[in-house]
């Protein structure tokens, strides 16, 4: 295993690789929700900025629309939690 991780280190990309797995981490308990929806934004923003220079305004147009409506999620998240807290 030990020889596994630092082959793994060695790559250019192991800044990226950590960062994945840092973004998988568990939730802490204050507000999973909201960190699920963080996580999920993150990674379709770090797929948008890896992709390649022959990215089509399609597929640009298709992410951009994913990440607002993931905003969109994340600010009802919130509305249906307060409203639940209240009762």
Known sequence: MDEVLSAAQN??????ISVSLSLISPPPPDKPVKRSMMMMMMMMMMTTATTTTTTTTTTTTTTMMMM???MMMMMMTDEILAS???T
Not at 11 to 16: E, F, G, I, L, V
């Open 84 to 86: 639940l807290l209240k």
């Open 68 to 70: 607002m409506m993931m």
């Open 11 to 16: 790559r250019p990309d192991w800044r990226r």
